[in-house]
């Protein structure tokens, strides 16, 4: 049964009062004159409905494949006719509805476009019945329920609702999986996380440690528990509090930024058929980066286990619980099964946001302090220290954690030993960092990463064949991954076969390095990630040798295993790599814009697309209006990037400079607010008297790599007023001659500026006082000018000179392609003879 109501389609009645006085005043005459009036309906909504007991018996709950919201309320009282039962409106009861208030705060038409698709596959609808949304319960000649299944049971099945089959079984309900969380302030997270679990857990139980946000609000509307708990500073402790009001068979636990993924369909069959085991590990892979489903890390994490009696988590950061089981059942059997959980608490931006270096910190000393001998605890620690940059603080947790463990072999054994490595290639300790990888690799029990890392060091030390051979072998690893330790997720492909491309590019070997980052693309999309790092390897090669905008596609397509058009994410990362080095090649503008309109029509006619972000596709639009001179349009478009976004503080520069250049200062100043290097070079830009500057030493570094960005756009934007005045600010920033002459020199070289090239580092090619790499490039210079003699004499000294074997191939590459423009096609065979040489050993 359902009311009237002044807002609800198929019970809505025309109403006059204008607030709530007068809307009792209303009911009350309305209610009167209609008493025991009333009709059969098709169907009611669920904003407010009184049924029996037996409807629920016989037919179960809602369908929870519908979401939150739409069709639910219809799809219900479908199958209660279906099942014998009738929809009665009754006149005589007056609901006033807002109308809303829920469905416009959460997208009512997004959700409504979800839902339809499985309203009319479900009820098996005509195609007439796309014009009739959303008030399909008005035209009820579009069911034809008397040809329904009459069994209730029988109509239900299909539907992902086990306790309302138990009912209808007539058995007493015991929930199978009870999921437990702990959470603070997750109101952006939880929805994800719950609704990745929806059909697949009975019962929720959510400990909330003192949310100031709508985060309990939202666990509710999903039907969870939601239990109160003071923090103790413990998570362990607030895991615990979670058990306690579990009754599930099994006990799943998640974060709030976490989600069930592929697999998951499978989980109550997989329990039911592995009934001798007490616990289970579901592989994790965790977004890094800016972007979920760009790259990730892969780690074995035991989060399934039956609800023993007695059972607890320990310790305060990175809780445990498998210890505890093995206490109260010896005999316990863990097992791991194939449904993964995604996690998107280590990107960079959430983990700033919620400051979780400086707590797991204090927790991670916290364990120190009751054990100073816990491996585990050091290596938590040289974790956050890793995090923070800290190599020579995070390298001594790791070799703590190792000298603890002994011939311990634990989950975390061979990422402590990467995470050494890798903090021993940030020290610049190439030689040891090799060394502890000759000894990890002879381990019982091995990763991929083992490999990675030593292409990678071989890599920087200029081994490239080397290290093509250590990337192959971690490719090797491909159908023996492993499941009880961390690995990185590309090791095996994406990542292996992009620095395989770096390799043979770095060799000259351009075909196969193409080839290579195509592969490493492919890799990518068929685990449904967008890897950046090939991405753009892939463009930088292709687009100069573009004559069309359709050749980037022909060139790129047989790498896309199921179309450009399947992926709006890839063609929007197209377009930004096609923008992402200066200068463009000729077809980077038309190209880009081709790419971004075909992203917009297919997400327009899309949904649930992984890793899709608009704020992503609206920067790279900003940038290319910005080079496209439309300073004023590009500088709206670049306000609408949120600070926060990984692309915040790149459009933040760029609309700065955007208003600028169309000469709109006072926007300018505004949108810069109290930055000191822009509000200096606007006063220069504008001609008037710069401010004094103060720039920290701390500082310098990047401000040099951001500045030399800048001077780069300004010659792509022929804009070479604003980039001569801005060379005065360079000199506070370098003021080191040599250095600024090498750094000017090597950007006009990158422009093909070679006459301006050679004024700024000739004058230091006197008395021998540029670097090797200034010395390269004016080499470049000289042989671009035709001066080949003293490029070949530069490129001489400096094969001469290398210490480094990757420094010598790339120099007799370069000495041989300059014997070859110079006509001197023996002396080039012997270079090339040499490199061959050098390759094979």
């Given at each position: ?5 002044s807002?609800a ?12 006085k ?6 009350r005459?309305?209610?009167a004159q209609?008493c ?7 169907a ?11 409807v629920?018996d016989a ?8 979401g ?6 219809i799809?219900?009282s479908?199958?209660a ?8 409106l ?7 509805h807002?109308?809303n208030?829920?469905s ?28 009739y949304r959303p008030?399909l319960?008005?035209v ?8 329904r299944?009459?069994?209730?049971k ?10 309302a089959?138990t ?6 309900f ?8 702990i959470v603070?302030?997750?109101a952006d997270n939880?929805p994800r996380?719950l609704?990745?679990v929806?059909?697949?857990v ?7 440690t003192?949310?100031?946000?709508e985060?309990?609000q ?14 103790t ?5 607030a ?16 974060d ?9 369909e ?9 009934e001798?085991?007490?616990g289970f590990i579901l ?5 890094v ?8 890390h892969?780690?074995p994490?035991?989060r399934?286990f039956?609800?023993l009696?007695?059972?607890r988590?320990?310790?305060n950061?990175?809780?445990q ?6 206490q ?11 449904v993964?959980?995604?996690h998107?608490?280590y990107l960079?931006?959430l983990?700033?946001r ?6 797991n910190?204090?927790?991670?000393k916290?364990?120190?302090r ?13 974790r956050e ?7 020579e603080r995070a390298?001594y947790c790791?070799r703590?954690a190792?000298v603890?463990?002994g011939?311990?072999f634990?989950?975390y ?6 995470d ?5 290639m ?7 960092a090799?060394a ?6 002879q381990?019982p ?10 292409g ?5 030390l200029g ?5 093509l051979r250590?990337?192959?072998g971690?490719?090797?690893f ?5 499941t ?5 997720e590309?090791?095996?492909s ?5 620095w ?7 060799m000259?070997?351009l075909p196969d390095?193409?080839?290579?980052f195509g ?9 449904r990630?967008?890897y ?10 292709v ?16 790498f ?6 399947s992926h709006?994410?890839?063609l ?6 096609a ?17 971004l ?16 972000d608009?704020?992503e596709?609206?920067f790279v ?10 300073y ?5 478009i670049?306000?609408?990037v949120?600070?926060?976004?990984p692309e915040g ?12 250049l169309?000469?709109?200062?006072e926007?300018?100043?505004?949108a810069?607010?109290?930055d000191?290097l822009w509000?200096?070079?606007l006063?220069?830009?504008q001609?008037?008297?710069p401010?004094n500057?103060s720039?920290?030493?701390?500082w ?5 790599e951001?500045f ?10 022929q804009e ?13 920033l370098?003021?080191?001659?040599r250095e600024r002459?090498?750094?000017?020199g ?13 004024e ?7 008395d021998?006082?540029l670097?090797?790499?200034g010395?390269?490039?004016l ?6 000018k035709?001066?080949?003699?003293e490029?070949i004499?530069i ?10 074997k990757?420094e010598?191939?790339?120099d007799?590459l ?10 001197k ?8 003879a ?7 050993s």
């Amino acid at each position: 049964v359902g009311p009237c109501s002044s807002f609800a389609s198929g019970q809505q009645i025309e109403v006059n009062y204008r607030n709530l006085k007068e809307m009792h005043e209303f009911a009350r005459k309305w209610c009167a004159q209609h008493c025991g009036a009333g009709w059969e309906t098709a169907a009611l909504i669920s904003f407010c409905v009184l049924m029996r007991r037996s409807v629920i018996d016989a037919i179960g709950g809602m369908d929870a494949r519908f979401g939150l919201i739409m069709h639910e309320d219809i799809d219900h009282s479908l199958r209660a006719r279906a099942a014998g039962f009738r929809c009665w409106l009754a006149l005589d009861a007056f609901v006033h509805h807002y109308g809303n208030r829920t469905s416009g705060r959460l997208g009512v038409e997004k959700m409504m476009e979800a839902a339809f698709p499985r309203f009319k596959e479900k009820w098996n609808l005509p195609e007439e019945a796309e014009k009739y949304r959303p008030r399909l319960m008005l035209v009820p000649e579009l069911f034809d329920i008397r040809r329904r299944p009459p069994k209730p049971k029988d109509l239900y099945e299909p539907l992902p609702d086990p306790i309302a089959l138990t009912v209808l079984d007539g058995r007493k309900f015991k929930p199978l999986i009870s999921l437990c969380m702990i959470v603070k302030d997750e109101a952006d997270n939880l929805p994800r996380c719950l609704e990745s679990v929806r059909g697949i857990v009975d019962e929720i139980v959510i400990v909330d440690t003192g949310s100031t946000d709508e985060t309990p609000q939202i666990a509710e509307r999903y039907g969870a528990k939601v239990v109160r708990f003071k923090w103790t500073g413990s998570f362990s402790d607030a895991r615990n509090k979670s058990l306690k009001h579990a009754t599930g068979e099994w006990i799943l636990w998640l974060d709030a930024d976490e989600a069930l993924a592929d697999g998951k369909e499978n989980l109550r069959k997989l329990l039911e058929a592995n009934e001798e085991y007490d616990g289970f590990i579901l592989p994790m892979v965790s977004f890094v980066g800016y972007r979920s489903h760009r790259e990730g890390h892969v780690h074995p994490a035991f989060r399934l286990f039956r609800n023993l009696e007695g059972i607890r988590f320990e310790r305060n950061l990175h809780e445990q619980i498998a210890s505890s089981i093995k206490q109260v059942k010896p005999d316990a059997k863990f097992g791991i099964l194939p449904v993964w959980i995604e996690h998107y608490g280590y990107l960079s931006p959430l983990v700033r946001r919620k400051q979780k270096v400086a707590r797991n910190l204090e927790l991670a000393k916290k364990d120190l302090r009751v054990n100073p001998f816990d491996p585990f605890a050091w290596y938590n620690l040289g974790r956050e220290y890793l995090r923070l940059r800290q190599w020579e603080r995070a390298f001594y947790c790791f070799r703590r954690a190792l000298v603890h463990l002994g011939d311990t072999f634990t989950p975390y054994l061979l990422r402590c030993l990467c995470d050494a490595v890798h903090c021993l290639m940030q020290l610049n300790r190439p030689q040891q960092a090799i060394a502890l990888l000759r000894e990890s690799q002879q381990l019982p029990i091995t990763t991929p990463d083992f490999w990675v890392l030593e292409g990678q060091v071989r890599f920087a030390l200029g081994d490239w064949m080397g290290a093509l051979r250590a990337f192959q072998g971690a490719l090797s690893f491909a159908s023996q991954l492993p499941t009880n330790f961390d690995w990185t997720e590309g090791a095996t492909s994406y990542g292996a076969w992009y620095w395989m491309g770096l390799c043979h590019q770095k060799m000259g070997q351009l075909p196969d390095a193409l080839q290579c980052f195509g592969r490493a693309i492919q890799q990518a999309l068929l685990r449904r990630r967008y890897y950046e790092p090939a991405i753009n390897a892939f463009v930088q090669l292709v687009l100069p040798q573009c004559a069309t905008v359709d050749d980037l596609r022909r060139a790129i397509a047989p790498f896309v295993p199921d179309g450009l058009s399947s992926h709006p994410q890839l063609l929007v990362l197209l377009a930004k790599a096609a923008l992402s080095h200066y200068p463009l090649p000729t077809l980077a503008l038309s190209v880009t814009e081709s790419l971004l309109t075909e992203a917009g029509a297919l997400v327009a006619v899309k949904s649930d697309l992984p890793g899709w972000d608009e704020t992503e596709k609206r920067f790279v639009r900003g940038k290319l209006t910005l080079l496209s001179h439309r300073y004023s349009e590009a500088a709206k478009i670049f306000a609408q990037v949120p600070l926060t976004a990984p692309e915040g503080a790149a459009a933040w520069n760029l609309r700065v400079l955007a208003h600028a250049l169309a000469g709109e200062w006072e926007d300018a100043f505004t949108a810069c607010g109290e930055d000191a290097l822009w509000r200096w070079l606007l006063h220069r830009w504008q001609g008037s008297e710069p401010e004094n500057l103060s720039i920290p030493t701390e500082w310098l570094t990047s401000l040099r790599e951001n500045f030399r960005e800048l001077l780069a756009l300004l010659l792509q934007l022929q804009e070479f007023e604003r980039y001569e005045q801005s060379l005065s600010l360079l000199e506070r920033l370098v003021p080191d001659e040599r250095e600024r002459a090498e750094l000017l020199g090597d950007l006009y070289g990158q422009f093909g500026f070679w006459e301006m090239a050679l004024e700024m580092l000739l004058p230091f090619a006197q008395d021998g006082g540029l670097t090797r790499d200034g010395w390269r490039t004016l080499a470049k210079a000289c042989q671009h000018k035709g001066y080949y003699d003293e490029a070949i004499a530069i490129w001489l000294r400096l094969v001469e000179s290398d210490e480094e074997k990757g420094e010598a191939l790339a120099d007799y590459l370069s000495l041989a392609g300059c014997y070859i423009v110079a006509g001197k096609s023996e002396q080039a065979q012997q270079v090339l003879a040499l490199v061959g040489q050098l390759n094979r050993s």
